[in-house]
């Protein structure tokens, strides 16, 4: 979703006079981006009686949402964080609160969604045989991987999955405290109750000097969206918005694709010193393949390293650490996606930050797993606002069209290399 100028974008005159001309909606709350935020929060609001519409102007979940990992776990796994007691409070019963919305109870019926793993791992990994770093071997130029010291500590191979069953697996593990869901079936099933109420636009979102909406498509006459408040939750698109200071910067995520690979792996491994560098996610593919989705530390990498050279170090990577697992047979591929968080001081924020400037509100959930937290915080401050929930008059865009749902990573790449 885009969001046009910064500071709350004016119409131009010809606009401003099509939005005088234009049937016009009142209602409460206007949710600008379908990520898990602004879907979890339209959820919440209609939830709670308030009128609510949510608009996007790509495809549901397209940015951050469908790249993620699925990870759902209490502890957020990069960054230093200090939380205050009423902080370490939420996040201690963000994985209960979850298990009961994925069995049906709580604020959103989650039952739609998949949990492809109840025993995600933490891996540190076992200290190399050559200690020594050299940045050409980080960036995959160099095709000679040394072996890892075998030595194990933590879960022995009766407490993991089959996949870890071997003498050449060396480091520390433990579980994770969560799980791991599939991330389009969450798309899913916060869509299911709410699709009449989310809305296709297109181009950027325009904000009229009164901070009311044009909502335009294709084959329909444009419907002016004026609400009390605008809930941006459209990812790296609120950022023109300037009202949260953000750390933007690009992904390159690796995907291994058939051969012999295991379907029972997920891991976020970490090094010696408990910084992340890497992620393992296990999924099928339209056909029923197998497919490894790989992230973490080892996916934030400078933009002069091409696909090729990124695939060879996370191949790498795996065969170094994990020698067991054959690669033999298997086909790569590396998508490029921008990420954005808040930052806070000197950090990335891995709790929500809600900012209000007016009438605008800008929110950021830092992962999937805190999306009901950030949903939370929006909701207690329409209320500490006075916002009481209303009835509003949505026969404007009654039959508008709804945007698609992304397609999963793998299945929407054009080629792989064998």
Known sequence: MHIQDGQGAKATAMESAILMLSSAVKLDLLIVGAGFSGLW???????????????????????????????IVAHPTVGPWTPTEAQAQQVSTLVSRWREMCAGSGEIDLRRVRILSEQPLRWQLPV?????????????????????????????????????????????????????????????????????YILHSRGPVVLAGDGSVNLRVDGRDPVVLQAQRTVFTAGTGSALLGSVPLHIWQQSLVMLRGGQLPDDVFVNAVDDSGRRRFNVTSHRD????????????????????????????????????????SLAGTESACISVQRAAARLRDAIAVLPVVKQIDGFITAWSANVATAPLLADEVMEL??????????????AVDGWPAPELAAAPWDNVKSWLA
């Open 41 to 71: 929060l339209l959820n919440r609001a209609c939830r709670e009686g308030y009128s609510a519409l949510l608009i996007e102007s790509d495809r549901i979940g397209s940015g951050q949402s469908i790249h993620g990992h699925g990870f």
């Open 286 to 325: 339209a056909e029923g393949r197998v497919v490894w989705y790989l992230g973490g530390g080892n996916s934030d990498v400078s933009s002069t390293v091409d696909g090729e050279e990124q695939i060879e170090q996370v191949r790498g990577e795996i065969e170094r650490y994990m020698p067991w697992v």
């Open 382 to 395: 329409l209320r500490a606002d006075g916002l009481h929930p209303s009835a509003a008059d949505l026969r």
């Open 128 to 196: 190399l045989a050559n200690s020594g770093f050299s940045l050409r071997r980080w960036l995959g130029l160099r095709r000679k991987h040394e072996p890892a010291v075998v030595e194990r500590s933590g879960l022995a191979d009766a407490e993991l999955p089959a996949s870890w069953h071997s003498e050449q697996r060396g480091g520390h593990m433990d579980r994770l405290d969560g799980f791991v869901i599939d991330n389009r079936s969450l798309l899913e099933a916060l869509v299911w109750p709410v699709r009449p």
